[in-house]
Nanobody, 126 residues
Framework: QVQLVESGGGLVQAGGSLRLSCAASGRTFSKSAMDTMSWFRQAPGKERDFVGGLAWNGDRSAYANSLEDRFTISRDNAKNTVYLQLNSLKPEDTAVYYC????????????????WGQGTQVTVSS
């Protein structure tokens, strides 16, 4: 069993930045391309969308096309933690951001993921 706990959400003005964290526990993730941590987000009234993902060994990553110039995923293997750096935030980035994990490479499809965190709210004011 894997537990994922997100933190770092909050209220920020447009143009600001936030760094979200996701701490994984309950299983030792292999340092290979077989395990991926990703982020999705869900805005009010909308479906949950892929933000980006990063394999634990760091050699494979994927981002939603519209976000990769502002958002960056990184990881600290020693802490079993993945980060999502959000820059130049816009009001349309307001959403609940979810951390997720799977035993495979980065995928933009939420059904491919086995484990989910509870989400952290990001609110961007104009």
């Amino acid at each position: 069993q894997v537990q994922l706990v997100e933190s770092g959400g909050g209220l920020v003005q447009a143009g600001g930045s936030l760094r979200l964290s996701c701490a994984a526990s309950g299983r030792t993730f292999s340092k290979s391309a077989m395990d991926t941590m990703s982020w999705f987000r869900q805005a009010p009234g909308k479906e949950r969308d892929f933000v980006g993902g990063l394999a634990w060994n760091g050699d494979r990553s994927a981002y939603a096309n519209s976000l990769e110039d502002r958002f960056t995923i990184s990881r600290d293997n020693a802490k079993n933690t993945v980060y999502l750096q959000l820059n130049s935030l816009k009001p349309e980035d307001t959403a609940v951001y979810y951390c997720t994990a799977r035993g495979g490479g980065p995928s933009p499809f939420e059904d491919d993921y086995e484990y989910w965190g509870q989400g952290t709210q990001v609110t961007v004011s104009s």
